[in-house]
């Protein structure tokens, strides 16, 4: 019998590579190609995380985006360890120590990047020690950061452990603790007390709130915001103005708190961390073309407010008190505009002096606009309340009334203390503000509520 006719061998599939030495070289090459990349990403997230704890370290040139060379250049000028480094300060960038030869071909491509930094030295300063403190200068430390981070926690801790000891709050990790421990009342954010007590003008609220927390989580997120923001911005602006951009963003927010809350008792230090956000914007806004990683920059605040706003979701959720976005708003609007008025300016242009003034006459109108509200409205009122027709009231609880439903609680709620006498016979209990906003009110004239 006659030999079966030979087959031709199969062929690959589309777009797969015949085998062989091309091919093996292409998948190879492609796989380098890959690696490659990969290598660029991961430099480029290093840089730009040293970058954000190094200050303006790493600002070599205006462009903004990955520059392999830059690396190259980095690694060639510093070596390895240089997170650890970091805080460290350099005498001189005109160092005269021997240094290591660099290849012609690695210098011919680095020539670029030298002759960049050489051209923004020449314009920035006239002087090498300038130089040496705006582009080579390494991250002040976080004195400011360490301080705050240690109070709040320590306080809450030691206070928080002291009063669950005691069988007080819900569990060791919710527990309302810190300053207002050493004086319950004395130290939080409020406007009156539950008799209707005037508390406006006690300024020193407007500062101490910041040091209580409510919960282990709101101050591990509020620990976490001050070190992720504040320690880079310390090390651009210093010490001095991180405390200046710090309270000055806790006090917006309690001004904040008195026009958009004034009724429920507020506590914790995210006025200061969303005023830090503020000046992160302000400073992306007035450096922006000198900043290399200025999107990764605008990014990484997003990811950090998204973080925050999950947080405080779960917290609305949860339904805990002395939560108030109001204090966070006023914060961050404090920060931005003072950092945009006292924050330091690489290359300050026109516009850019022009802009200072428009922020420090807002500024300034925003603290009078929010002084003038807190004199007028004794009882606290908010600007949505007062929007919806509403009068403002100090004190609020439900009570049974018989001769208007023998089933159900009514809400009740006063502005004078000649009011809250009026409902001494009654029996009243503690309610939720936002369960009566929900269900209404029994009287919906708080000034001349009277019992029936």
């Not at 990349?37 to 995380?49: G, I, N, P, S």
């Not at 004199?375 to 007062?386: H, Q, T």
């Not at 001769?403 to 409902?423: F, G, L, M, N, Y």
Request: proline share 5%.
């Amino acid at each position: 019998t006659a030999a079966p006719p030979a087959r031709a061998p199969p062929r690959p599939p589309s777009g797969c590579p015949a085998p062989g030495g091309s091919g093996i070289a292409a998948m190879a090459e492609g796989a380098a190609s890959r690696a490659e990349q990969a290598r660029k990403t991961m430099d480029y997230l290093v840089m730009f995380l040293a970058h954000w704890f190094g200050a303006r370290r790493f600002d070599r040139t205006n462009a903004d985006g990955f520059d392999p060379t830059d690396v190259e250049v980095f690694r060639a000028n510093h070596g390895t360890g240089f997170l650890r480094r970091n805080f460290r300060r350099s005498r001189s960038v005109l160092s005269t120590e021997p240094r290591e030869e660099i290849p012609a071909a690695q210098a011919a491509d680095e020539a670029p990047v030298a002759n960049a930094v050489t051209e923004h030295a020449a314009a920035a300063t006239d002087t090498a020690d300038e130089w040496v403190k705006i582009i080579e200068g390494k991250q002040l430390k976080p004195w400011f950061v360490v301080a705050q981070v240690t109070a709040i926690v320590l306080l809450w801790m030691i206070f928080g452990i002291y009063r669950w000891s005691k069988g007080e709050g819900d569990g060791p990790l919710l527990v309302l603790a810190g300053l207002d421990s050493l004086s319950p009342g004395g130290t939080d954010l409020r406007m009156t007390y539950s008799d209707c007590e005037d508390l406006r003008w006690q300024v020193w609220r407007w500062i101490t709130y910041q040091w209580t927390h409510i919960s282990g989580s709101q101050v591990l997120a509020n620990a976490i915001l001050l070190i992720m923001l504040g320690m880079p911005l310390e090390g651009h602006e210093g010490t001095k103005r991180m405390l200046y951009l710090f309270n000055v963003g806790i006090i917006g927010g309690a001004l904040a708190y008195y026009v958009g809350d004034a009724h429920n008792i507020v506590v914790g230090c995210s006025g200061g961390c969303y005023s830090l956000l503020g000046a992160h914007l302000a400073d992306l806004l007035l450096n922006w073309k000198q900043k290399k990683f200025a999107r990764a920059t605008f990014a990484m605040i997003l990811l950090l407010v998204g973080v925050d706003a999950m947080a405080y979701a779960i917290n609305l959720a949860l339904e805990w008190e002395s939560i108030s976005f109001s204090v966070n708003i006023g914060g961050f609007i404090a920060g931005f505009l003072l950092c945009g008025v006292i924050g330091k300016n690489i290359e300050l242009e026109e516009w850019e002096r022009s802009l200072k003034k428009k922020f420090t006459f807002v500024g300034g109108l925003l603290i009078l606009a929010c002084l003038l509200w807190m004199s007028y409205n004794r009882a606290p009122l908010n600007l949505f309340e007062a929007m919806r027709g509403e009068e403002g009231f100090c004190w609020f609880k439900q009570a049974w009334i018989p001769a208007v439903s023998e089933t159900h609680w009514q809400c009740i709620r006063c502005s004078t203390k000649a009011c809250i006498d009026d409902w001494a016979d009654f029996t009243t209990n503690p309610v939720d503000l936002g369960v009566c906003r929900e269900v209404g009110w029994y009287f919906p004239n708080a000034t001349n509520a009277t019992s029936p």
